[in-house]
T-cell receptor, first 113, second 112 residues
């Protein structure tokens, strides 16, 4: 158990819909990262937040957005969903801004029908 | 960001030592080398990290030659439960950007 929690575990929705994925980092960790893993793309970095502020952006679509709240939990919002958005979404946390030793959550499996 | 190259797959048998090599020719002075393990439908798990020479923990050893252009993850006496994808990543420790660039990884299959 990494100490990072993600909800829900599974999510099934339809194209065009909007969903919110939630992540709680390890106790004391200030950085939260979101990754997408699909069969054909591998593990792709989406976005990073540090203590409530956006720090880095990766291959995140404009339809996707995220935020980190004062209690440090984070939410990833996916809107206008397409079939290709079906993937595993992982959240990771680390103590600070360091690029090392990120602890990953169990992931949320999103299926768009 | 330094790019890494590692074998796509490897096969081994239980009880053997497995060495997975990663090439990172353009590694920067401030870069560290980190390895993650991922089981199907689970998040990657940190295994080991090093800067130079040798690092050992309860799970694995990491060998880094003097030129640091490659590194080798060594798993002693693997078991069936070590079947997973192993990722080698290179990046700056303490850098302002924390995103990890995952390659394809090495799919290790351990057979009985």
């Amino acid at each position: 158990d990494s100490g990072v929690t993600q909800t829900p575990k599974h999510l099934i929705t339809a194209t065009g819909q909007r969903v919110t994925l939630r992540c709680s980092p390890r106790s004391g960790d200030l950085s939260v990262y979101w990754y997408q893993q699909s069969l054909d793309q591998g593990l792709q970095f989406l976005i990073q937040y540090y203590n409530g502020e956006e720090r880095a952006k990766g291959n995140i679509l404009e339809r996707f957005s995220a935020q980190q709240f004062p209690d440090l939990h984070s939410e990833l919002n996916l809107s206008s969903l397409e079939l290709g958005d079906s993937a595993l979404y992982f959240c990771a946390s680390s103590a600070g801004l360091a690029r090392d030793t990120q602890y990953f959550g169990p992931g949320t499996r999103l299926t768009v029908l | 960001l330094a790019k890494t190259t590692q074998p796509i797959s490897m096969d081994s048998y239980e009880g053997q030592e497995v060495n997975i090599t990663c090439s990172h020719n353009n590694i920067a002075t401030n870069d560290y080398i980190t390895w993650y393990q991922q089981f199907p439908s689970q998040g990657p798990r940190f295994i080991i990290q090093g800067y130079k020479t040798k690092v050992t923990n309860e799970v694995a050893s990491l060998f880094i030659p003097a030129d640091r252009k490659s590194s080798t993850l060594s798993l002693p006496r693997v078991s069936l439960s070590d079947t997973a994808v192993y990722y080698c990543l290179v990046g700056e420790k303490g850098g302002s950007q924390g995103n990890l660039i995952f390659g394809k990884g090495t799919k290790l299959s351990v057979k009985p």
